[in-house]
């Protein structure tokens, strides 16, 4: 039991900013004098409509999005766009490129495989145990896009920079990098995040995708299961999940307005993981999982030296105010993942703890 807000660095579900949960919960019984919770109020309510069109809005500023872009908010979290997107984009003769870079870019593959598409996966670093982004990757020119995880959200690894995929669009989940840094949007024909990483709530998954992708091979699918219902909808064919979207709401709103946009978020989340892996580089003690070129801003991994040591680590960093630093149960070490609302001052507090446990225990 603590009485006060730790230092979060969860995976999944994590941190939120502290302002948007003070907004929520200062707005949350009376949303907007409405007299009514943001959770009570009509999806078809004009104040609905201003949540969710705020939503795109910032969205499209954010990324600087033109109107060949669709923002689509769906149900379902990132492992349903693992089906929909070879669902939506390939016909039988049609071919997708993957790129194997971890535990979700498997389940991706996995995916596209079970409904009996064509994948090629043209690249993977599984024999390296995941820990490195793989270069120089033979394309092919003829794929109908490339699929990748731009964060290795468990393995600790992170695209520094897209390949040069030719004309062939990018399909990118970015579940646990989205909205980090700026992007080159011109190389991208969609682009998915569930929001419980790095902009929201669990419970909704944000779709940025090219409009001429949305009708290719759509014809015949479930309606939930288009793009192009949510595109025709303004992801309101059915109900949506309000509350969640709400919040992605308010997270896009504090990103623009009080971080300054995508570049500023940038240079924070660079200070950051660059303060954790001066302590990792410095120390025999604590040992970097990723290789040095491919680590992820987002996830720092690393191990220490007994699992005994670490389960001592993550214990006592919890009673010292930081919690979530246990990696993922597939690969066991430690994890500190370091998302846009986890802040420097946590990061230096998590540093310092480093120090002195490595001293205590070194
Ligand atoms: C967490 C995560 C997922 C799974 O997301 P769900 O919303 O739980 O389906 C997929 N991809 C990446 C990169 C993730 O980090």
Redesign the pocket.
């Known amino acids: 039991m603590t009485e006060q807000r730790i230092h979060n660095f969860n995976a999944?579900p994590a941190a939120l900013p502290l302002p948007v949960l003070k907004e929520v919960q200062a707005e949350f019984l009376n949303y907007h004098g409405s007299g009514m919770s943001i959770c009570e109020i009509s999806h078809r309510s004009k104040w609905f409509d201003d949540v969710i069109n705020d939503a795109v809005a910032r969205a499209r500023r954010l990324l600087g999005l033109d109107e060949r872009y669709a923002v689509l908010f769906i149900q379902?979290?990132?492992?349903?766009q693992f089906a929909m997107v070879p669902m939506n984009f390939l016909g039988p003769e049609d071919t997708a490129d993957y790129v194997n870079t971890g535990t979700?870019a498997t389940?991706a593959i996995k995916e596209a495989k079970a409904l009996g598409k064509r994948v090629a996966v043209v690249a993977s670093s599984e024999e390296e145990n995941f820990s490195y982004i793989p270069r120089a990757i033979p394309f092919n020119s003829g794929a109908v896009y490339v699929h990748l995880?731009s964060?290795?959200?468990?393995k600790g690894t992170q695209w520094a920079e897209f390949p040069d995929t030719g004309t062939v669009p990018i399909v990118a989940?970015?579940?646990?990098d989205f909205l980090s840094r700026p992007l080159p949007m011109e190389r991208f024909g969609m682009i998915y995040a569930?929001a419980?990483?790095n902009i929201g709530p669990?419970g909704v998954?944000m779709v940025i995708v090219r409009r001429d992708l949305l009708e290719r091979k759509a014809e015949g699918l479930p309606t939930m299961l288009r793009y192009a219902t949510y595109a025709e909808k303004n992801s309101l064919y059915n109900t949506p999940p309000c509350l969640a979207i709400y919040i992605v709401q308010l997270v896009l709103k504090w990103l623009e307005e009080t971080v300054g946009g995508l570049a500023a978020m940038d240079e924070i989340n660079r200070r950051k993981a660059k303060l954790l892996y001066q302590v990792i580089d410095l120390s025999e003690f604590y040992q970097g999982t990723a290789a040095a070129d491919s680590r992820s801003l987002m996830n720092v991994t690393f191990r220490l030296p007994s699992e005994a040591l670490e389960k001592k680590f993550v214990a006592e960093a919890l009673d010292a105010g930081l919690g979530g630093l246990k990696g993922h149960r597939s690969v066991g070490g430690c994890r500190a993942s370091i998302y846009n609302a986890t802040g420097i001052e946590a990061v230096e507090t998590l540093v310092d703890f480093m120090k002195d446990f490595e001293k205590r225990n070194g």
Request: charged share 15%.
């Open positions: 999944g379902g979290g990132a492992s349903l979700w389940k995880t964060n290795n959200t468990i989940d970015m579940s646990s569930g419980q990483k669990a998954c």
